[in-house]
């Protein structure tokens, strides 16, 4: 690997967003010349109805495996919203470690933009309400009967997406897509860093809303 690369950035989309809505995101930080991918959560979309449980954390491990062992390349982990759970999941694919192993390559910064950072154990639910994060879900999330998903309302737009004009947030909240049901209830396993304060950067948004 060329040493004076610069770090990959690994995007891990919320509850019902897709590469689609980190695209600006990926775009800008193209032109800065940062190698740049976005995470398709297996639960949300087309196979929201058969995914099985844990499979974004087992599908950012096998990205981020192919990326760190193969490539030996250095990345960054951005996690939004629901994205801090599966994308908590990687230990062992961090860069001191692996440098210690005589190993090139790994996680050298995590970022939880507006996330959920949970302990090792915790499912959603759990985390949320260990902080005091609870109540509005019923605005904005509901259960589809027909397919077992979980879909967005038409609430959904002026709450997640409050900081655009409208006409955009409408746009944006078209492009959700629903999530199995299970997102809630996985645990998370092989979290990276024990303790719920973790070493990576936080970025708070003004208005953010809990979705448990």
Known sequence: MDTSAKPTFILVPGIFHTPVHGQLLADA???????????SHPTIGPLAT???????????????????????REV??????????????????????????????????????????????????????????VGGRGEWVEMDTVTGTVVHTSKAAPILFHDLPNDQAE?????????APHFNSDPCNQRLLGHRCSEGVHILQKGSRPFT
């Open 29 to 39: 930080l193209h032109a800065k010349g940062y190698p740049t991918e976005s995470i």
């Open 50 to 72: 058969t995914a099985p449980l844990n499979a974004d954390p087992a599908n950012i491990r096998q990205v981020l495996e192919k990326l760190i062992n193969d490539q030996e």
């Open 76 to 133: 960054i982990l951005m996690c939004h919203s629901y994205g801090g759970i599966p994308g908590s999941q990687v230990k062992g694919l961090e860069r001191s470690g692996r440098a210690k192993a005589g190993l090139k390559g790994g996680i050298v910064k995590q970022i939880y933009l507006s996330a959920i950072l949970p302990l090792e154990g915790e499912n959603t639910i759990q985390a949320c309400v260990a902080v005091g994060l």
């Open 171 to 179: 746009y944006w909240a078209s492009k959700l897509e629903p999530i």
